[in-house]
C-alpha cells in the first residue's frame, strides 16, 4: 500500500539558509499535519491542513510557512534557519473522518541538521 | 488544553516476558482517540494500536493490547511474548476529533536477548 512520501530523507543546510521539505500523502487523503521531533523529545505539531486550507496551527516560528497544493501534496518553508531547528519533521495524513476515527499516517521524515 | 503523560522513560525486560507501559492524560472531552506509536531506532512513526473512547471494550492487536480506564484517564500498553524487534522508543497519544496529535515524552523499551 502507498504511503506517506517526504523528501528529502536529508537534508545539511548553514545558519540563515531556507529550506523547504516536501510531502505526498497517501492517495485520497485529504488532511495534512506537520510534526517537528527535536532530538530526544517527542513530536510538537507544527500545522495542518485540510483541503488546501489552513485547519490548525501549533508551535510554528514565524520564520516557517506552509501550505497546501491542488494535488494535496504539502511544503514547509523555513527561513533564516537556527541551529534549533534541527530535527526530524514529519509529515502525516489521514483522511477527515467523522469524529476522527481515521488514523494519521506517518512519513519517515525529513532530518534536517543545521550547521 | 489536553496534556500527556507518561511516567517511565525507559524500561527494559527480558524477551518472552510481559511489559504494560503507562499512559495517563487529561481532557474534559467525552470522545476522542487514544493511541501508540512506536518509534524503533529507524525513527519511524509506527502505530501500535488505537481507542476510541466511547467503546468500553479494550483494543487488541496480536501481542499488542491495552487497558483503557476512561473515568481514571489512563490508557497503558501491555506487550505480551515480547520480542526483539519490540525495542523501541513507545509515544502514547491523544487526539480529539481531527484534529493534532498531543504526544507523551515517550518510553523508551529495551527487550533484553
Known amino acids: 500500500a502507498a504511503g506517506v512520501i517526504q523528501s528529502p530523507r536529508h537534508l545539511i543546510k548553514e545558519k540563515r539558509e531556507t529550506a523547504t521539505l516536501k510531502c505526498y500523502p497517501i492517495p485520497r487523503h485529504d488532511t495534512v499535519y506537520w510534526y517537528q521531533q527535536g532530538p530526544g523529545q517527542d513530536p510538537q505539531f507544527l500545522i495542518s491542513f485540510y483541503e488546501k486550507m489552513q485547519s490548525d496551527k501549533g508551535s510554528i516560528p514565524d520564520r516557517f510557512s506552509a501550505q497546501q497544493f491542488s494535488d494535496y501534496h504539502s511544503e514547509l518553508n523555513m527561513s533564516s534557519l537556527e541551529l534549533g531547528d534541527s530535527a526530524l519533521y514529519f509529515c502525516?495524513?489521514?483522511?477527515?473522518?467523522?469524529?476522527?476515527?481515521?488514523?494519521?499516517?506517518f512519513g519517515d521524515g525529513t532530518r534536517l541538521s543545521i550547521l | 488544553a489536553q496534556t500527556v503523560t507518561q511516567s517511565q522513560p525507559e524500561m527494559s525486560v527480558q524477551e518472552a516476558e510481559t511489559v504494560t507501559l503507562s499512559c495517563t492524560y487529561d481532557t474534559s472531552e467525552n470522545n476522542y482517540y487514544l493511541f501508540w506509536y512506536k518509534q524503533p531506532p529507524s525513527r519511524q512513526m509506527i502505530l501500535v494500536i488505537r481507542?476510541?473512547?466511547?467503546?468500553?471494550q479494550n483494543a487488541t492487536e496480536n501481542r499488542f493490547s491495552v487497558n483503557f480506564q476512561k473515568a481514571a484517564k489512563s490508557f497503558s500498553l501491555k506487550i505480551s511474548d515480547s520480542q526483539l524487534g519490540d525495542t523501541a522508543m513507545y509515544f502514547c497519544?491523544?487526539?480529539?476529533?481531527?484534529?493534532?496529535?498531543?504526544f507523551g515524552t515517550g518510553t523508551r523499551l529495551t527487550i533484553i536477548p
Open positions: 502525516a495524513s489521514s483522511l477527515r473522518g467523522t469524529g476522527g476515527d481515521q488514523p494519521q499516517h
Open positions: 497519544a491523544y487526539r480529539f476529533g481531527n484534529e493534532k496529535l498531543t
Open positions: 481507542q476510541e473512547a466511547y467503546k468500553q
